[in-house]
């Protein structure tokens, strides 16, 4: 065929080019580093990447950002932080991603933020909740998690409002477990010094916790509170339960990291489960955003569960990167720094901008909501369970439900 009939093709195909729909463009790309894989929360990071994934999904459907598509690059951290670590590096230099989210455990985020600041990346902290992530100070991290000050501080004030004389904690080794039980002593000794308060750590690896559980047969305490996640968290509930010590008439079960929003948590517990007073970062009777709606409405069309306060938690933490790359209009990571550090941001849970204070404070949302309600019933839906403290309100020890003797 001669040269000047390939032109005509050349033309039509040039313009067929530029005819294609914005997101045809190079994805802009996101790394998210999160546990696909033991000895780290697999539930935690399932529920991380949902949320994300349907938030992307929203995004790219309405034409992407910069006219360009989201695409979201997985590492798995298995929850280890050496393996966090090399999982960010690799995001950063190989994959060259602009921006990294995703972190749900505070040994894996201590570890990869320290690479993230090596390159200038911006870091969004999507779970961890220990205050020492926000003690570093680095201008790449943000902090859209609860924290450690938080719940301790909010966890003790309920337990002086209960008006115990005794309680004893159940603490995962991890800088998130023991980090939560000691600044509950703390706030306890501040709040109610009266309260003989004591907490023990345990091995999240370990499956046999009597060691630790038998001895507080001959003293019940009035209230033990867990710091853990599953599945140690599961067994720790169960051989309580068997040993009569809680829930019971006298001994109250507090979670202070959301179990019952796990999807199988009542598979995992069953009866154990029952009168479980919880401290909580998401309700239905909450006020939600539109976007919170949408992405409700997509994941319960997925999944067929429920939406919880982790799969919210992951999404937000995308839609800050997504906000700051459209206040930017560029996906330079200085620039992405600045602008997530400066522009207005309504968050899908109805956050708006960091707090800059110096330590737990820094470039983290003060103001999240949280509540405390009490399962009542196996299998009870987070929307039918007795609500003790609502958004805002004062707990009310007067609402809580004790097993009969």
């Keep these: 065929m001669p040269f000047a009939c390939l032109r005509p093709l050349a033309a039509l195909s040039i313009a067929t080019l530029f005819a294609l729909p914005a997101l045809a463009a190079d994805p802009i790309l996101i790394g998210v580093s999160l ?28 034409g992407g950002v910069l006219g360009r598509p989201i695409k979201l690059v997985y590492e798995d951290s298995q929850g280890i932080p050496e393996k966090g670590r090399a999982a960010v590096e690799k995001l950063i230099t190989s994959d060259k991603v602009v921006a990294l989210a995703g972190g749900h455990q505070s040994s894996v985020c201590l570890a990869e933020i320290e690479v ?23 201008p790449e991290v943000f902090n859209t998690s609860p924290y450690n000050t938080l719940v301790s501080s909010s966890m003790a004030t309920t337990l002086a409002t209960m008006g115990v004389k005794r309680v004893v904690a159940f603490a995962e080794n991890t800088d998130y477990g023991i980090g939560q039980a000691k600044l509950t002593g703390e ?30 047969r001959a003293n019940p305490p009035d209230v033990i509170v867990l710091s853990m996640l599953p599945p140690a968290a599961y067994l720790v509930m169960n051989q309580v339960y068997e040993q009569g010590l809680a829930p019971s008439p006298k001994t109250i079960l507090y979670d202070g990291s959301g179990l019952a929003d796990y999807p199988d948590f009542w598979q995992n517990v069953k009866e154990a489960g029952k009168y479980m007073l919880s401290f909580a970062l998401y309700h239905p009777q909450m006020k939600q955003t539109p976007l919170a709606t949408a992405i409700a409405t997509e994941y319960k069309k997925r999944t067929g569960n429920d939406v919880n306060r982790l799969v919210l938690q992951a999404a937000d933490s995308l839609e800050l990167v997504i906000q700051g790359l459209q206040a930017a209009k560029s996906t330079e990571p200085d620039k992405l720094i600045k602008a997530m550090q400066t522009m207005q941001f309504e968050s899908l849970r109805g956050i708006s901008n960091f707090s800059m204070t110096p330590g737990y404070g820094a470039q983290q949302w003060l103001d999240i909501p949280f509540v405390n309600y009490e399962l009542t019933a196996e299998k009870q839906p987070i929307a039918q369970t007795v609500m003790i403290q609502a958004p805002g309100q004062k707990f009310d020890p007067s609402k809580i439900v004790r097993p009969a003797k």
């Design 35 to 62: 546990t696909q894989s033991p000895p780290g929360s697999v539930v935690q990071g399932t529920q991380v990447k949902d949320g994300m994934e349907i938030l992307k999904d929203l995004v790219n459907a309405k």
């Design 116 to 138: 993230a600041h090596r390159y200038k990346v911006p870091y969004v902290n999507t779970n961890c909740w220990s205050d020492d992530v926000r003690k570093r100070g680095y």
């Design 187 to 216: 706030m306890l000794k501040l709040k109610a010094p009266q309260i003989d308060y004591k907490y023990e750590t345990l091995d999240r690896s370990s499956k046999d916790f009597t060691a630790a559980i038998l001895p507080l």
